[in-house]
Nanobody
Framework: VQLQAFGGGLVQPGGSLRLSCAAS????????MAWYRQAPGKQRELVASITRRGSTNHVDSVKGRFAISRDNAKNTVYLQMNSLKPEDTAVYYC?????????WGQGTQVTVSS
């Protein structure tokens, strides 16, 4: 299984980005998919998750601004990020859980700066 994350970049505060995480196989293989982020000098933190049935969860700091979604036909999970803040700057990783195994994408850099 391979996960490829892309869509990061440099954006001004208040701007938007959409991250994509493309899986090499069917998303139905994973009971949970998630986006994490890691800022310099900080631990990796969970940003949002979505279950196989489509139930979502977002960390309080991004609620109302970010939205995780999935397109099973495209084997892709998205993270729509709006109203971006400088503190959202981090490397964003996608994660897929199947049984006791975690699969990770390579990370995509998001930088929010004027």
């Amino acid at each position: 299984v391979q996960l490829q994350a892309f869509g990061g970049g440099l954006v001004q505060p208040g701007g938007s980005l959409r991250l994509s995480c493309a899986a090499s196989g069917s998303l139905s293989a994973f009971y949970l998919m998630a986006w994490y982020r890691q800022a310099p000098g900080k631990q990796r933190e969970l940003v949002a998750s979505i279950t196989r049935r489509g139930s979502t969860n977002h960390v309080d700091s991004v609620k109302g601004r970010f939205a995780i979604s999935r397109d099973n036909a495209k084997n892709t999970v998205y993270l729509q990020m709006n109203s971006l803040k400088p503190e959202d700057t981090a490397v964003y990783y996608c994660d897929a859980k199947a049984g006791f195994i975690d699969y990770w994408g390579q990370g995509t850099q998001v930088t929010v700066s004027s």
